[in-house]
């Protein structure tokens, strides 16, 4: 076979590929509209998990490099996702460190970001139907647990359908022409500039607490100040088309976000999941204990135990508890009964697989 009959081939297996691309795509698209019709997610982990999987199979039968074929399938799922709709509501502006979370969930390319003003209305775009998935802070490694989120998991029927743990790291971004020794304020959210406390100390400026740090960016650039600047992420700084002027400003390196994914259901068994649930108990000696026997006679590790006020009565109290294993699973059942028996309340916030 001549040059140009390869050639020719090639060209032929091209057109082939691409529509068989298409008829992928548009397959994809009606399970899409098959999932909104029944309320089902969106994102199917384990499915893409076993469908890697398998195109990795067929590439070792064909000697075919198996990292070069997952890739091209990575590129051509993300693709599938786009058009069934993946929309995810955040608080704060775009480039903020939730983003972030979203993205490194389900894909840099899969998803249309929904920037949000506040927790609430995350929730309430993700309740109503507005968007499948919702994306918000739960916990900081340094800081400690987001109050308010919490207290939003126990009033909404939304469900916890994933998690991310996300590396914070801080950058100091100015609008170009700005240097160091010429910044007089420096704008981020309240969080941001007490994790950078020790850096700020040596610039003669002044902190300006805002409601989000990509927000701050976004108004600094707007506002063409030219003796400001602002802590924010790394990409927000790309975004705003400004600079970076310091990196890992951060106080403690080992800074680390938690973000739940939540949805109106959770996620299906993988074999490596958590559940996140919330309890209370009769306030009485050993009451708290009592509860916990099931987890321990099934030999279920706890991974999170905290308490919140009720806020109904002074000094009675929620516990939030995140445990090894998926609520379907027989030993996690048969441990929530036991609670269900010894508690006031019992609310499953969801099962997930463990973020890896």
């Known amino acids: 076979m001549s040059l140009g009959d390869l050639r020719k081939k090639i060209d032929y297996l091209d057109t082939r590929i691409v529509e068989l691309i298409s008829e992928r795509i548009k397959t994809a698209e009606e399970i899409g509209r098959k999932k909104k019709a029944q309320n089902k997610l969106i994102e199917d982990r384990e499915r893409e998990h076993k469908v890697l999987e398998g195109v990795r199979s067929v590439a070792r039968s064909k000697d075919v490099s198996q990292g070069d074929i997952e890739d091209i399938y990575r590129s051509i799922i993300g693709a599938c996702k786009r058009v069934q709709g993946i929309t995810v509501a955040f608080q704060g502006e775009i480039g903020a460190y939730s983003e972030d979370a979203a993205l490194s969930f389900f894909g840099a390319t899969s998803i249309h970001a929904r920037p949000c003003e506040s927790f609430e209305e995350v929730f309430k775009a993700v309740e109503v139907g507005e968007v499948p998935f919702g994306v918000v802070p739960v916990e900081n490694s340094l800081e400690g647990s987001i109050n308010r989120v919490y207290d939003l998991m126990l009033e909404s029927p939304l469900m916890v359908c994933g998690e991310v743990n996300l590396r914070i790291s801080h950058c100091l971004i100015a609008p170009a022409g700005v240097g160091l020794d010429g910044i007089r304020r420096v704008y981020s959210h309240p969080q941001a500039l007490a994790q950078c406390r020790t850096f700020l100390s040596h610039l003669n400026c002044e902190l300006m607490p805002a409601v989000d740090t990509a927000g701050s960016a976004g108004m600094i650039k707007d506002s063409g100040f030219s003796d400001s600047a602002a802590i924010a992420s790394g990409r927000t700084a790309e975004i705003y088309d400004m600079k970076i002027i310091a990196r890992e400003i951060e106080d403690n390196p ?70 090894v294993g998926h609520r379907r699973d027989k030993e996690a059942q048969e441990a929530l009964k036991h609670l269900e028996e010894s508690a006031i309340f019992v609310k499953v916030l969801g099962s997930y697989q463990k973020a890896r």
Do not use: C
């Not at 050993?286 to 308490?307: P, V």
């Open 254 to 323: 080992n800074n680390f976000t938690r973000f739940f994914m939540l949805a109106r259901e959770d996620a299906t068994p993988t074999g490596d999941d958590k559940t996140s649930i919330v309890f209370s108990v009769k306030h009485k000696a050993g009451a708290l204990y009592e509860s916990l026997k099931g987890f321990a006679s099934k030999n279920i590790s706890l991974t999170k135990l905290e308490s919140r006020p009720t806020r109904q009565k002074p000094w009675e109290y929620n516990f939030y508890l995140d445990f």
